[in-house]
């Protein structure tokens, strides 16, 4: 059974730091591009993050919103794609899902649509 777990949300301050972790079951993350999206109340979902999959060299892209601030990571013996959050903003908050996109290209995307295995979400809150 394919699976998607997130975890690793949770209240920090402004400026803080956060690692969210998304764990596989039912098949192997290397061999799909994952991405993080996340999504406030009353606002839309908003793609964060991806990665490729491994054999095409593990390449990241992010949301304008993000860059310079989080890093998509993946680590092939867990079976986990991690995404680590610097500097972070109260714009922030919001409900983070992974994702797991199946069709047959190397290349990630941060458009949700293309996606068709999502995590139940995780919660981040980023307030003083």
């Known amino acids: 059974q394919v699976q998607l777990v997130e975890s690793g949300g949770g209240l920090v301050q402004p400026g803080g730091s956060l690692r969210l972790s998304c764990e596989a079951s039912?098949?192997?993350?290397?061999?799909?591009?994952i991405g993080w999206f996340r999504q406030a109340p009353g606002k839309e979902r908003e793609g964060v993050g991806c990665i490729s999959r491994t054999g095409s060299g593990a390449e990241t892209y992010y949301g304008e919103s993000v860059k310079g601030r989080f890093t998509v990571s993946r680590d092939s013996a867990k079976n986990t794609v991690y995404l680590q959050m610097d500097s972070l903003k109260p714009d922030d908050t919001a409900v983070y899902y992974c994702?797991?996109?199946?069709?047959?290209?190397?290349?990630?995307?941060?458009?949700?649509?293309?996606?068709?295995?999502w995590g139940q979400g995780t919660q981040v809150t980023v307030s003083s």
């Open positions: 039912g098949f192997n993350l290397d061999y799909y591009p």
């Open positions: 994702a797991r996109d199946t069709r047959p290209y190397n290349y990630c995307s941060i458009y949700g649509s293309v996606y068709s295995d």
